[in-house]
């Protein structure tokens, strides 16, 4: 289980973070939604240790974590939304790298990079650097690192840039397996279609705030109440500027 309770995040005067408080079920796939500038990276970064919250705390399986945390971070697999590679390095190099600096097993990991090469349909032996990938490339990049040491919390910031239609059907089959294995998995993305056949829960973030945290049953059945499909009744939300929260809830 992640625990996001009262996050407050500032740059100089613009407040992003407002009290953010968020619970990710084990074993389940929670969307968070958002527009563009509505915080969902800076909160992904503040989980990741990569910025510190002004206020508030978060936890992993009970566990407070404190600035000087690490070892949590051996069962966290993480992709952010502008990642940083060894650009120089090829495919299966980076790959065996990340797999050293996990300290998995010498004798299990050479196994593991063929698998994630071989799943996201990266040629092994090809002749080309990170630095030469295409965008969608570099995306399946990331995937197939964050899934090298099989984590058990997933955090992914817009995971799908770049990557087409089959592979990213294939990569959602990959997630709903895996949650039912038990892993937790955050997820942020602006493709709608995507969120509505991968989250158990849905998410929105608005002007610094939680606006609800609701079961996709449940937005479903409040989206043809209303006569809305649940992509025009979720966009609403995020869009609307002056919401009212409660009737959200």
Do not use: W
């Not at 509505?38 to 600035?67: C, M, P, R």
């Not at 120089?88 to 990991?109: C, G, H, Q, R, T």
């Not at 705030?209 to 995020?238: P, W």
């Amino acid at each position: 289980m992640i625990q996001i309770d009262n996050i407050y995040k500032s740059f100089g005067t613009k407040s992003v973070l407002s009290g953010v408080s968020l619970t990710c079920e084990t074993g389940k796939i929670q969307a968070l939604l958002g527009v563009n500038g509505a915080g969902k990276s800076t909160l992904v970064h503040i989980i990741s240790q990569l910025l510190q919250a002004d206020k508030g705390e978060f936890s992993i399986d009970g566990e407070v974590i404190t600035e000087d945390a690490y070892v949590y971070k051996r069962n966290m697999g993480y992709v952010f939304e502008h990642p940083i590679y060894i650009e120089k390095m090829y495919a299966s190099e980076y790959l065996n790298f990340v797999a050293k600096m996990y300290e998995l097993p010498k004798d299990s990991y050479p196994q593991k990079v063929r698998e994630l090469l071989t799943f996201f349909e990266i040629e092994p032996d090809a002749k080309q650097t990170i630095l030469e990938f295409s965008k969608g490339m570099k995306s399946k990049m990331s995937l197939a690192a964050a899934l090298i040491h099989s984590p058990k919390h997933l955090i992914l910031d817009e995971p799908f840039d770049g990557i087409d239609f089959l592979m990213t059907q294939k990569i959602v089959k990959l997630f709903k397996t895996l949650a039912k294995e038990g892993v937790t998995i955050l997820i942020t993305s602006h493709q709608m279609e995507l969120i509505h056949e991968l989250a158990d829960t849905m998410a929105i973030l608005k002007d610094g705030h939680i606006m609800f945290n609701r079961a996709y049953s449940d937005i479903v059945a409040t989206a043809t109440n209303e006569g809305k499909s649940v992509r025009d009744y979720l966009q609403e939300c995020m869009e609307d500027p002056n919401p009212l929260i409660a009737n959200y809830m």
